[in-house]
């Protein structure tokens, strides 16, 4: 599995997973491209694998994609930071294959 997950973006998720009593959930990311604009858009939950899913375990928590979201979830670092005029911190999906990608500055 080509997606990876920061450190941060773990500790929320399995966080998550305790509030909700979800913690022996796997988590789902899936991506749709939309096909006007190109752009790519993310989804993520709890979920029971599937025999055909993609799996993998990093920092503690199960990922599983399904195949149709796997070429472009590839090379996907997924996030937890705070946005400049953002109060919260969210998760973000770091995608060299969605032309809306732009490159955090260091």
Known sequence: MSIRITKEAAAQIVTSAKHSSMEHQALRI???????TGSITYAMGFDEPH???TASRQHGVEIIIAPMSADLLSGVVLDYIMIDGETEKQFVFLNPNDPDFVPPSS
Do not use: K
């Open 30 to 36: 899936a991506a749709q491209r939309n096909q006007s």
């Open 51 to 53: 025999d055909i899913d």
